[in-house]
């Protein structure tokens, strides 16, 4: 029997993140790489560690092979514990035989024996694709204070994105009056961030009651969160303003990217009271060459750098030969920009090679500013000598020398 804990959590690491596109292809999107070091995951995995939560499930289904190698025995994140750590929990065939993951709620249905384990008075459910850093400690002490069975933590968005959330009508003593699941007409702009905190005792009977209900989509925001509002349950909404970005889509990601080297963004991955851990890779020391010229970047172990950096991240094991040029750039693990490449605004997965005098991207103002885009290149894709990408695909085949990439 495990030793009974006073709060677990639970990180939904499942989806497979088709906004991404090409770079969720083979991985799933918690396992996407960010800001030079790390992988989505490791953010909210660090928040758990650092609010003083010991056991977490990550609940993972759409190609989970890399994502669960990542994680391993949870080591980098001082989650290799005995009577807790972190438990890697994919969908498993049952008597009745196998059952993928339906939803969010279902996910944590199917892992209700794994809570049951020990005993928690409180669960906090987490999504595995925001970019944060968030003390869990002070929203259950919310929750504890206010005696709610479910917190959901709410930000403040700018009324034109409202419709992408689900959002809530909050009263002035925090309890919700109303929610509204990505609605065309919204009536708030308070958006719930997908992070919860239940009391374990009432989510069960509720998760039980969800599963039995043959018209339900097995979801939170759609099904088991109105259940317990339509109820009467004790619902309230915890404010967080610090930094918070839904890394789902191509350019939510790039300009979350470009937050970490803005000294004005709100996050700051230096601070030692509350450190973002990951399993870097191990590789030598950068070498920057006497004909390297870098503004404004972030530069990773391994890298071999003679060209020209601006604004951008540069992940472990890539190179910039001399005379390339990468702005306003991700450049992901092993990829390589060769001499005479331009690469603008632009995200260039793992292992991809951009050819000698290649263009990849372009910048904003150099064209239709309705039509441009993050222009972004597939894991292991390479980009022909002298042939150019322009803003706003994905590329995920090989570009021939010489040749104009067209969308397909």
Same mark, same amino acid.
């Given at each position: 029997?495990?030793?009974?804990?006073?709060?677990?959590?639970?990180?939904?690491?499942?989806?497979?993140?088709?906004?991404?596109?090409?770079?969720?292809?083979?991985?799933?999107?918690?396992?996407?790489?960010?800001?030079?070091?790390?992988?989505?995951?490791?953010?909210?995995?660090?928040?758990?560690?650092?609010?003083?939560?010991?056991?977490?499930?990550?609940?993972?289904?759409?190609?989970?092979?890399?994502?669960?190698?990542?994680?391993?025995?949870?080591?980098?994140?001082?989650?290799?514990?005995?009577?807790?750590?972190?438990?890697?929990?994919?969908?498993?065939?049952?008597?009745?035989?196998?059952?993928?993951?339906?939803?969010?709620?279902?996910?944590?249905?199917?892992?209700?024996?794994?809570?049951?384990?020990?005993?928690?008075?409180?669960?906090?459910?987490?999504?595995?694709?925001?970019?944060?850093?968030?003390?869990?400690?002070?929203?259950?002490?919310?929750?504890?204070?206010?005696?709610?069975?479910?917190?959901?933590?709410?930000?403040?968005?700018?009324?034109?994105?409202?419709?992408?959330?689900?959002?809530?009508?909050?009263?002035?003593?925090?309890?919700?009056?109303?929610?509204?699941?990505?609605?065309?007409?919204?009536?708030?702009?308070?958006?719930?961030?997908?992070?919860?905190?239940?009391?374990?005792?009432?989510?069960?009977?509720?998760?039980?009651?969800?599963?039995?209900?043959?018209?339900?989509?097995?979801?939170?925001?759609?099904?088991?969160?109105?259940?317990?509002?339509?109820?009467?349950?004790?619902?309230?909404?915890?404010?967080?303003?610090?930094?918070?970005?839904?890394?789902?889509?191509?350019?939510?990601?790039?300009?979350?990217?470009?937050?970490?080297?803005?000294?004005?963004?709100?996050?700051?991955?230096?601070?030692?009271?509350?450190?973002?851990?990951?399993?870097?890779?191990?590789?030598?020391?950068?070498?920057?060459?006497?004909?390297?010229?870098?503004?404004?970047?972030?530069?990773?172990?391994?890298?071999?750098?003679?060209?020209?950096?601006?604004?951008?991240?540069?992940?472990?094991?890539?190179?910039?030969?001399?005379?390339?040029?990468?702005?306003?750039?991700? =450049?992901?693990? %092993?990829? !390589? @920009?060769? +001499?005479? $490449?331009? *690469?603008?605004?632009?995200?260039?997965?793992?292992?991809? #090679?951009?050819?000698?005098?290649?263009?990849?991207?372009?910048?904003?103002?150099?064209?239709?500013?309705?039509?441009?885009?993050?222009?972004? =290149?597939?894991? %292991?894709? !390479? @980009?022909? +000598?002298? $042939?150019? *990408?322009?803003?706003?695909?994905?590329?995920?085949?090989? #570009?021939?020398?010489?040749?104009?990439?067209?969308?397909?």
């Amino acid at each position: 029997m495990a030793r009974k804990q006073e709060c677990i959590a639970m990180l939904l690491a499942g989806g497979q993140g088709s906004r991404l596109g090409i770079l969720t292809h083979k991985i799933a999107k918690p396992a996407v790489p960010f800001g030079g070091k790390y992988r989505i995951i490791d953010f909210p995995l660090s928040n758990c560690v650092n609010s003083g939560i010991y056991t977490v499930g990550v609940l993972t289904q759409y190609q989970p092979l890399e994502l669960n190698d990542y994680i391993g025995n949870g080591e980098p994140w001082d989650l290799d514990r005995n009577g807790g750590g972190v438990h890697i929990l994919s969908p498993y065939q049952q008597i009745k035989g196998t059952d993928w993951y339906k939803g969010t709620a279902n996910a944590i249905y199917q892992n209700i024996h794994f809570i049951d384990k020990y005993s928690p008075e409180y669960v906090v459910v987490l999504s595995g694709d925001h970019i944060y850093k968030m003390d869990y400690g002070d929203m259950l002490a919310f929750h504890k204070e206010n005696e709610a069975a479910c917190t959901i933590a709410m930000r403040e968005v700018e009324w034109s994105e409202a419709s992408r959330f689900g959002l809530m009508v909050v009263n002035d003593d925090n309890t919700i009056a109303e929610f509204q699941e990505k609605p065309e007409h919204p009536k708030s702009n308070t958006a719930s961030m997908g992070i919860y905190v239940f009391t374990w005792e009432k989510l069960r009977a509720y998760l039980l009651a969800d599963e039995a209900n043959p018209n339900s989509s097995n979801d939170f925001g759609n099904d088991v969160i109105p259940a317990m509002h339509g109820a009467g349950e004790k619902m309230v909404a915890y404010q967080f303003d610090g930094y918070w970005r839904d890394v789902g889509t191509i350019g939510s990601l790039w300009e979350a990217n470009m937050d970490i080297i803005s000294p004005t963004s709100g996050i700051n991955l230096n601070d030692p009271s509350w450190k973002i851990y990951s399993r870097s890779p191990s590789s030598p020391p950068q070498f920057i060459a006497d004909s390297a010229q870098i503004e404004n970047a972030m530069i990773t172990e391994g890298c071999d750098v003679r060209g020209a950096i601006d604004f951008s991240i540069l992940f472990a094991d890539t190179t910039v030969e001399e005379g390339a040029l990468v702005k306003y750039s991700i =450049i992901m693990p %092993g990829a !390589t @920009v060769k +001499k005479g $490449a331009v *690469v603008q605004y632009s995200i260039v997965a793992e292992d991809a #090679v951009i050819e000698e005098n290649a263009r990849v991207g372009d910048d904003p103002g150099n064209g239709d500013v309705d039509s441009w885009g993050v222009a972004v =290149i597939g894991a %292991g894709v !390479t @980009v022909g +000598k002298d $042939a150019i *990408v322009p803003p706003n695909v994905m590329v995920n085949e090989n #570009v021939e020398e010489g040749t104009r990439y067209e969308s397909k």
